[in-house]
């Protein structure tokens, strides 16, 4: 199984960007997903999270400006980010609990991808 976070960038304070995280292999589906990310010289932090269901939740700090979701027919998630500021630079990492055939579930990470907001 592997996980593929993709559609970071360089972009301008107030722009948006949309970034996918796409789980593929020997797989059934996924159950939750999520997005984290990390700052230069920061700790990682949890950004925002989905259900299998569509339930979501957010840090505060992305409340209304970033929205989160998936399309299970083809196991990706999405994270869309709007007015953008140079507090979200970061790496940004998917998270998913993939649940294959006759095996726990088991929690997988992505490659990462990079968002730096210019002011």
């Known amino acids: 199984v592997q996980l593929q976070a993709s559609g970071g960038g360089l972009v301008q304070a107030g722009e948006s960007l949309r970034l996918s995280c796409a789980a593929s292999?020997?797989?059934?589906?996924?159950?939750?997903m999520a997005w984290y990310r990390q700052g230069p010289g920061q700790q990682r932090e949890w950004v925002a999270s989905?259900?299998?269901?569509?339930?979501?939740n957010y840090r505060d700090s992305v409340k209304g400006r970033f929205t989160i979701s998936r399309d299970n027919t083809k196991n990706t998630g999405y994270l869309q980010m709007n007015d953008l500021k140079p507090e979200d630079t970061a790496v940004y990492y998917c998270?998913?609990?993939?649940?294959?055939?006759?095996?726990?579930?088991?929690?997988?990470w992505g490659q990462g991808t990079q968002v730096t907001v210019s002011s």
């Open positions: 989905i259900t299998s269901g569509g339930s979501t």
């Open positions: 998270k998913a609990m993939v649940v294959r055939l006759a095996r726990p579930v088991v929690e997988y």
């Open positions: 292999g020997r797989l059934l589906n996924v159950n939750g």
